[in-house]
């Protein structure tokens, strides 16, 4: 903590994302929205299309729900934090407490990271992706070190 009493992340407490699907579709989606938007302009300044604003604003809106779209695909991130981790993946965001994770898998052929937790459910950690080569498997020993010293289960006799 610092001074005014605000929690100062260390290394380990860092959020995982993706790197290489972040950067292409943000990229995606900036050309997207460049493209389609000097199309409906485009189009709505051309004499003799039959191109009006009411297709100028289908497209423009298109773009935007396009764009959002990709967004929200690459926006995908787990948080650690003291009690669990916070999974967003595209659809569904889920809290998963340390001591529910049995293990951490990241298989040769997986896309993406997964937990195998204590009710018997699979969470997939769409932050740690295949696509991302070596930081993707540090990634996945970092969490797995995290699971590790964060779960406080009993020792079984």
């Known amino acids: 903590m610092d001074g005014r009493g605000a929690h100062i992340p260390t290394v380990d407490d860092t959020p995982f994302r ?34 009006g604003p009411l297709d100028t604003a289908s497209t423009v809106v298109l773009g935007l729900l396009l764009c959002g779209g990709l967004v929200r695909l690459v926006s995908v991130r787990a948080v650690p934090t003291t009690e669990a981790l916070v999974v967003r993946n595209v659809v569904l965001t889920r809290r998963v407490r340390w001591d529910e994770v049995l293990e951490v898998r990241f298989g040769r052929d997986d896309p993406w990271l997964v937990l195998g937790t204590a009710d018997g459910e699979d969470v997939a950690v ?21 699971v590790t010293a964060r779960a406080a289960r009993p020792h079984r006799s």
């Open 18 to 51: 993706p790197r290489r699907a972040r950067t292409v579709g943000l990229a995606v989606a900036g050309a997207l929205a460049v493209v389609l938007v000097a199309l409906a302009v485009g189009l709505s300044l051309e004499p003799g299309t039959g191109w």
């Open 126 to 146: 769409m932050a740690v992706q295949r696509s991302d080569g070596e930081h993707a498997q540090a990634e996945a020993r970092r969490l797995a070190r995290m």
